[in-house]
């Protein structure tokens, strides 16, 4: 008797779990636009100040949520060995994220709402500052229905993300005074 209660409970269980997949199985498959990786770093050949300044002028739009150390003065500038630098979140239409559907036999395709953060380290190295740019991306899931339910993240981020980024500190630095 007690044999037959463990496997009836144990069928109950196998239920629940299966019921939970097919939940999450009901929302499209998100796939992946295949594009070569870019980079996400580089070495600046300029003083530590001039290539902070950069940064923070790059992204003057975006919201920064921390910086280590918070406050440094033009003289610790020049003793300073790194910095690092994070946003809040920036929302957009993801370039490289998106599903498949048909609509009355016809492919469509859509790409998702996505949400990502900076995260920036700049150091000193012999010959300049090097800064890599690190992202963390996710995207928005849809159910079948086209409603919005939550945000996941999927996969590598976009590296055109960070060498966006990375191209908009170039240009700041070939724009300073």
Not at 77 to 91: A, E, I, Y
Request: glycine share 6%; charged share 25%; with cysteine.
């Amino acid at each position: 008797m007690n044999r037959h209660l463990f496997s009836f409970k144990a069928f109950v269980a196998l239920l629940g779990i299966t019921g939970s997949l097919q939940g999450c199985s009901s929302l499209p498959e998100v796939r992946t636009q295949a594009y070569a990786q870019l980079k996400s770093e580089k070495t600046f050949e300029t003083d530590f100040e001039s290539t902070w300044k950069a940064i923070e002028s790059a992204l003057r739009l975006n919201t920064i949520t921390s910086r280590n150390p918070s406050e440094v003065t033009p003289l610790e500038f020049s003793q300073l060995p790194q910095r690092t630098l994070q946003t809040d979140w920036v929302f957009s239409r993801s370039r490289t994220k998106y599903i498949d559907y048909q609509v009355d036999g016809f492919p469509r395709k859509t790409y998702l709402q996505n949400r990502f953060k900076y995260q920036i380290l700049a150091e000193r190295l012999l010959g300049g500052i090097k800064v890599r740019v690190m992202t963390q991306e996710e995207i928005e899931r849809l159910d079948a229905r086209g409603n919005p339910v939550g945000y996941t993240q999927i996969g590598e981020p976009d590296s055109s993300l960070a060498s966006d980024l990375i191209e908009k500190i170039s240009q700041e630095l070939r724009s300073a005074p």
